[in-house]
């Protein structure tokens, strides 16, 4: 049987494994954060060629400031090199940047090149990139609520919701992906993932590659979204 390949707009990844990838080759788990990062550039660069409009990666949740001082450093520090020498490039080439999450609690220098980034690239017409950091799903509703009652509303709708979210403007991710076996969602886009298809990939995250990300688009493309409706919508 033919499948009809059908491109997502928007591919939401959650890079898990990057510790386990490093384990299994005896390297200090940074090394698996390292490796990380190459992923992610060829996810950028492969997801464009094919015409997807948004991609997300989690690059840090809030739960993660839970983990050793030196592991956090090491995060934030790629974070910084990546805005610096690949955000910067990628906003030359006319990628639209922005960043998911409290910015406020991101070490100063991150925050400050980052928010340059995003202000000066939002004109932009190319692919969006989301970086998520300092990202919590439920977090994130609740600080879309508090806007909304600073606001002086006392009731609010589906749409004020999703324009008080750090998502506000984008489409809900067409697919969550998320690498290293694991089956959750991990406090990720709880709101926006509502007619989300999930994916879940064994292989680590350092390991995805365009092999993979055809993989992906195979399975998404098998899919039948149907929005509670009964029959095929394409
Ligand atoms: C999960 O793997 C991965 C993370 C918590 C961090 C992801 C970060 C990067 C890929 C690099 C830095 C980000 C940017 C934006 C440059 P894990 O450490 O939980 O892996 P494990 O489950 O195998 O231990």
């Known amino acids: 049987m033919s499948i009809n390949i059908k491109i997502p707009r928007h591919v939401a990844f959650i890079m898990d494994g990057n510790g386990r ?23 950028i660069e492969e997801c464009d060629k094919l015409g997807i409009e948004y991609v997300t990666f989690y690059a840090f949740s809030t739960e993660n400031w839970a983990r050793p001082q030196e592991e ?20 030359d080439k006319g990628y639209r940047i922005r960043i998911l999450g409290d910015v406020t609690q991101l070490p100063d220098e991150t925050r400050d090149v980052l928010t340059e ?35 002086g509303l006392s009731q609010i709708d589906s749409d004020m919701l999703s324009d008080c979210m750090y998502t506000f403007g984008m489409p809900d991710p067409d697919i969550i992906v998320r690498s290293g076996g694991e089956k959750r969602l991990s406090n990720f886009l709880i709101w926006q993932c ?34 509670g409706k009964i029959a095929r919508l394409d």
């Open 72 to 91: 956090i450093d090491e995060l934030f520090s790629l974070v910084k090199k990546f805005a610096d020498n690949e955000l910067a490039k990628y906003k």
């Open 117 to 151: 980034i995003v202000s000066s690239s939002k004109d932009n017409k190319g692919m969006q990139i989301n970086i998520a950091l300092n990202y919590g799903g439920r977090q994130e509703i609740v600080q879309a609520v508090n806007k909304i009652l600073q606001s």
């Open 21 to 43: 990838w490093a384990k299994q080759r005896l390297l200090p788990r940074k090394m698996g954060h390292r490796e990380g990062v190459k992923a992610m550039k060829t996810m």
């Open 194 to 227: 509502a007619y989300s298809e999930f994916i879940f990939v064994d292989e680590y995250w350092p390991d995805f590659d365009r092999k993979v990300l055809d993989s992906i688009i195979m399975e998404y493309s098998r899919r039948d979204r149907r929005y």
